[in-house]
């Protein structure tokens, strides 16, 4: 089985921090993907990566960074949090066809 | 840009009753729409996929059909049991390599 691991579940920061969320992945697939979710909102995709050192924006990209420096690790990045990123963070790796795997999440509290 | 449009946002059923929900897509090259299930607390796991070439398909009690002339598709659960109470997500699989979410329907059985 795909094994994607999310280091934290639940988190708590204050404004103005510097927050970095962790996803790594068991298999050697390229695209990985960052979501915030949010109720009545679904799944929003902040950034994703198609292989080592690239980085795309995807639907709210603002206020957030991401690094891939080894394909196996895909960091999401929150500069100087804020209280509306208090959300759950969702990492997903795109299987071989398509279909995804989610990380279990990390519930983030900005206070 | 992209857009998977999800109806309806909240839906409840009597256990044994069927459980329809629907998903519109705007791109007519998309060509995979799966569908996610996610239990309180949990990650949104695969339960079900179609490809474009294929009208229909099934896997026990749940179905997903596909229509490509008006561009949508829909989750049909029968029987439905206390387990099936869950948000779930449609999904579609546009050209340029991710996948677009639905913004969830909260599914609940009542016993």
């Known amino acids: 089985d795909v094994k994607v691991t999310q280091s934290s579940r639940y988190l708590v920061k204050r404004t103005g921090e510097k927050v970095f969320l962790e996803c790594v992945q068991d298999m050697d697939h390229e695209n990985m993907f960052w979501y915030r979710q949010d109720p009545g909102l679904g799944l929003r995709l902040i950034y994703f990566?198609?292989?080592?050192?690239?980085?795309e924006k995807g639907d709210i990209p603002e206020g957030y960074s991401v690094s891939r420096e080894k394909k196996e690790r895909f960091s999401l990045i929150l500069e100087s949090a804020s209280t509306n990123q208090t959300s759950m963070y969702l990492c997903?790796?795109?299987?071989?066809?398509?279909?995804?795997?989610f990380g279990s999440g990390t519930r983030l509290t900005v206070v | 840009g992209e857009n998977v449009e999800q109806h309806p946002s909240t839906l409840s059923v009597q256990e044994g009753d069927s459980a329809v929900i629907k998903c519109t897509y705007s791109d007519s090259a998309s060509n995979y729409f799966p569908w996610y299930k996610q239990e309180l607390g949990k990650r949104p796991q695969l339960i079900i996929d179609?490809?474009?070439?294929?009208g229909e398909k099934k896997d026990q009690r749940i179905a997903v059909t596909l229509n490509k002339t008006a561009k949508h598709f829909s989750l049909h659960i029968t029987e439905t049991q206390p387990e099936d109470s869950a948000v779930y997500f449609c999904?579609?699989?546009?050209?340029?390599?991710?996948?677009?979410f639905g913004t969830g329907t909260r599914l609940t059985i009542i016993p």
């Open positions: 997903a790796l795109e299987g071989a066809n398509y279909g995804y795997t």
């Open positions: 179609i490809r474009s070439n294929v």
């Open positions: 990566s198609y292989d080592v050192k690239m980085k």
């Open positions: 999904a579609a699989h546009f050209g340029n390599e991710k996948l677009t």
